[in-house]
């Protein structure tokens, strides 16, 4: 697929308190800003569950997410899929952080974080099998990969949009202990 453009430029400027969310889990629970308040968390958002690149990126945040937990830093993936394929990429991947889904886009959108792309028949037959709608010219609309480092306050620290997934992960841990390492002088 080829990045044409982001559908709605909505920036946040480093930090800019982060537009509110709700968020819904595997187990339906809801999830908001307030919810993260008191420590940093990772918000990740990904196309779709299942495909080799999500499925790469989420496992590379599982791979380093010790380091995350360490740090008191929570990590959140946000698509627009459903709580089952969410629990299923869960399971079959040992995640050990949620994927959410955003039920209605309204945070992918506050976020600015839905492009327009350009597939081949054979990705749009996926979108398609996705419930995208997918125009005349093989445009499709969907999240793409972007991060937000968000602090204690809420407050945004880092963001990286668009991503390439492969390496990103470590890349947020390091800028994770860059942002928030600090020293106790006694």
């Known amino acids: 697929m080829n990045f044409l453009r982001l559908i709605d430029d909505k920036t946040t400027e480093i930090g800019a308190r982060v537009p509110d969310f709700r968020l819904v889990d595997p187990s339906d629970n809801v999830l908001r800003l307030s919810d993260l308040r008191g420590a940093p968390a990772v918000l990740y958002f990904y196309p779709a569950d299942g495909t080799e690149g999500c499925t790469q990126e989420a496992c590379e945040f599982r791979d380093v997410y010790q380091d995350f937990k360490e740090l008191d830093c929570a990590v959140y993936g ?109």
């Open 78 to 186: 946000v698509s627009p899929d459903s709580r089952e394929s969410h629990e299923s990429m869960i399971n079959d991947n040992q995640l050990p952080f949620e994927l959410c889904v955003d039920p209605d886009e309204m945070m992918m959108s506050e976020y600015g974080v839905m492009g327009e792309f350009e597939c081949n028949d054979s990705e749009s037959q996926f979108w398609r099998g996705r419930g995208r709608s997918v125009d005349e010219e093989n445009h499709v609309i969907i999240p793409v990969r972007a991060t937000f480092l968000i602090d204690k306050d809420g407050l945004l620290v880092y963001k990286w949009l668009p991503v390439d997934y492969r390496g990103h992960a470590s890349s947020v841990r390091d800028q994770l202990q860059k942002s928030f390492k600090f020293d106790i002088a006694f």
